[in-house]
């Protein structure tokens, strides 16, 4: 669960908080959503987007409102089939490169894992929430977020959780001062996984689609 350490670090018309996540070891842990909610806090659904770059989602973890409409784009050089069979959202993304020309709106809460049909080692999750504020944490597993004066719920997910549920911390009240957390995750994380030499299956695979698509 979390250890908890909050520093003043000077008044603000607007606090800002900010936020480090170690993992169970203590090292810095990325891609974890920091989650914030309170009186006052409303959802922020702006465009989004996750590339497609070298057979990768990125980034691997995107966190939204909910309604937030979310681009897929493909800036490989081959074609990608994008899907999710999660409850919080089903969409297919058929074969294609570039931009689709229509964004996948997430207007459920949930969490959202997104694959590739055609290349089984890309997986990448889209955490859509309610909350008033949700970031991602980058390589030195750090979020900053902006917030009033108040008082705040604050949770922590990650996608390496067993049960993969968001875990509650302490609350925290933000009184004219920003303030620093540092936070830790009872989470391994794993490697994301190798990509698998091309087959010949999938060799073919992309023939046929380049000569379906430039006859």
């Keep these: ?82 899907y999710s069979f999660s409850s919080a959202k089903h969409f297919e993304l058929p074969l294609y490169h570039g931009i689709p020309s229509t964004p996948v709106v997430f207007d459920q809460p949930g969490v959202v894992v997104v694959g590739c049909n ?14 008033g504020r949700a970031v991602v944490t980058d390589g030195q597993g750090r979020a900053r977020l902006e917030v009033p004066d108040g008082h705040y719920r604050l949770a922590l997910w990650h996608p390496d959780l067993s049960d993969r549920r968001e875990v509650a911390q302490p609350d925290l009240d933000v009184a004219g001062k920003s303030v620093a957390l540092q936070l830790q995750l009872a989470v391994q994380p794993k490697p994301l996984p190798a990509e698998p030499p091309t087959t010949s299956f999938e060799e073919a695979f992309h023939k046929a689609a380049h000569d379906e698509a430039h006859p």
């Excluded at 290349?119 to 859509?128: K, L």
């Design 118 to 131: 055609i290349h089984d080692w890309m997986v990448g999750y889209v955490y859509v929430t309610a909350a």
């Design 1 to 82: 669960m979390a250890g908890l350490l909050a520093l003043g670090l000077g008044a603000a018309q607007a606090a800002e908080i900010a936020v480090q996540v170690l993992d169970r070891q203590g090292a810095p842990l990325t891609d974890a959503v920091v989650l914030l909610s309170g009186q006052g806090l409303v959802p922020d659904p702006r465009p989004a987007s996750i590339d497609q770059q070298n057979r990768r989602f990125v980034p691997h973890v995107l966190a939204v409102s909910t309604g937030t409409a979310v681009s897929f784009p493909n800036s490989d050089d081959i074609r990608h089939q994008v």
